[in-house]
């Protein structure tokens, strides 16, 4: 069973660089979702795919963040000019895109975001 | 607007203890609930969900049920292990929405010595 993944799950970063994450959701699912979760706090939405669809972006994704997927596959999630508030563990979900009572969100590890 | 609210943790219980975690919730319309649980050093994991009112979730012991009229949906364990420890998070999704984002609270840290 190849759940979620998210690649790297660690970076550390200098304050101004820009950084890229992947996420690679389970095979036939054709949602995914972005979430930021910082220290003691729960996920904050940030982005939602249908397939190859940007359908929303929350306040929190500024000018400086950017995601994409392609082919309806893979998403990437860039970060340009990184601040040190940016630092903060960064969650993709996937799910089936069924009807919205049954449909499940299945995260992936997540990749752990420091600002220096 | 749509938010949830976790009772403050941490929570620390000896084994065998009977676990309740609160959660209250605000939606604007009729949400699917959920509860997703993080073990250290792990991702999210869905633990349970009820989609509509009077529901029951339940897997690995832990029960909760969707009332409408408390507006909650608390957390329950009977025999709490050791292997409990971990954070658990409430979590909502309004249905009739085609958005699909889910509104979680902060969380609630458990600690379960033997």
């Known amino acids: 069973d190849t759940g979620v993944s998210q690649d790297p799950r660690h970076k550390i970063t200098k304050r101004g660089q820009n950084v890229t994450f992947r996420c690679d959701p389970i095979?036939?699912?054709?949602?995914l979702y972005w979430y930021r979760q910082t220290l003691g706090q729960g996920p904050e939405f940030l982005t939602y795919?249908?397939?190859?669809?940007?359908?929303?972006k929350s306040r929190l994704l500024s000018d400086r963040f950017s995601a994409e997927r392609p082919k309806g596959s893979f998403s990437t999630l860039e970060i340009q000019r990184t601040e040190q508030g940016d630092s903060a563990m960064y969650l993709c979900?996937?799910?089936?895109?069924?009807?919205?009572?049954?449909?499940?969100?299945?995260f992936g590890p997540g990749t752990r975001l420091t600002v220096l | 607007g749509n938010s949830v609210t976790q009772m403050e943790g941490p929570v620390t219980l000896s084994e065998e203890a009977f676990l309740t975690i609160n959660c209250t919730y605000t939606?604007?319309?009729?949400?699917?609930l959920f509860w997703y649980v993080q073990y250290p050093g792990e991702g999210l994991q869905l633990l349970l969900k009820?989609?509509?009112?009077?529901d029951k979730g339940s897997n690995k012991g832990f029960e909760a049920t969707y009332r409408k009229e408390t507006t909650s949906f608390h957390l329950e364990k009977g025999s709490v292990q050791v292997s409990d420890s971990a954070v658990y998070f409430c979590?909502?999704?309004?249905?009739?929405?085609?958005?699909?984002?889910?509104?979680f609270g902060r969380g609630t840290q458990l600690t379960v010595w033997p």
């Open positions: 979900a996937s799910s089936l895109g069924q009807t919205d009572s049954t449909d499940t969100q299945y």
């Open positions: 095979s036939e699912h054709n949602r």
């Open positions: 795919f249908q397939n190859e669809a940007q359908l929303e």
């Open positions: 939606a604007t319309g009729y949400p699917s």
């Open positions: 009820a989609t509509k009112a009077d």
């Open positions: 979590a909502l999704k309004n249905r009739g929405s085609t958005l699909g984002r889910l509104y």
